[in-house]
């Protein structure tokens, strides 16, 4: 769903049957909606994936494409310059999560740290966090 600051002009951006996760995060521009299709439990027919939306409901991207049922992708957050989107990554067949990276348009993915189990704790909820002292963006 989408609306209005007010709480006015509420529209539906995707269906129910697409079971969009919890976690999502608007681009630093506005212009796309990070969000995890089928991150809503398991299902072997639609496997969770990362993608983004735009603002009028249309599928910009599916930049982390998986289609093996045992690989689950969950949105975390783009970076503040947009450059890039941060997202855990899970595999059940071994108890397997990771914390990963890609660029924004989905190339250049990448795991910034795994390790973790699947079934234990997981790196949840994800976000970049400001950007470092020294780099311009100052206040």
């Not at 269906?15 to 630093?28: E, I, L, N």
């Not at 603002?55 to 947009?82: E, F, Q």
């Not at 989905?106 to 795991?111: C, I, K, L, M, Y």
Request: net charge negative; glycine share 10%.
């Amino acid at each position: 769903m989408l609306a209005n600051v007010d709480g006015s002009a509420v529209r539906e951006l995707l269906s129910p049957d697409f079971a969009v996760a919890v976690k999502h995060d608007w681009a630093p521009d506005g212009h796309h909606l990070l969000i995890a299709p089928h991150g809503i439990g398991s299902d072997p027919n639609n496997p969770s994936n990362v993608a983004t939306i735009r603002p009028d409901g249309k599928r910009a991207a599916l930049p982390d494409a998986h289609t093996d049922p045992a690989v689950h992708v969950l949105a975390g957050t783009y970076s503040p310059d947009g450059r890039y989107i941060v997202f855990r990554m899970e595999e059940d067949r071994g108890d397997s999560a990771a914390l990963m990276e890609m660029c924004s348009d989905g190339s250049h993915v990448r795991q910034i740290r795994g390790g973790f189990r699947a079934s234990g704790f997981k790196p949840r909820p994800i976000d970049w966090g400001p950007p470092p002292k020294g780099d311009g963006h100052d206040f």
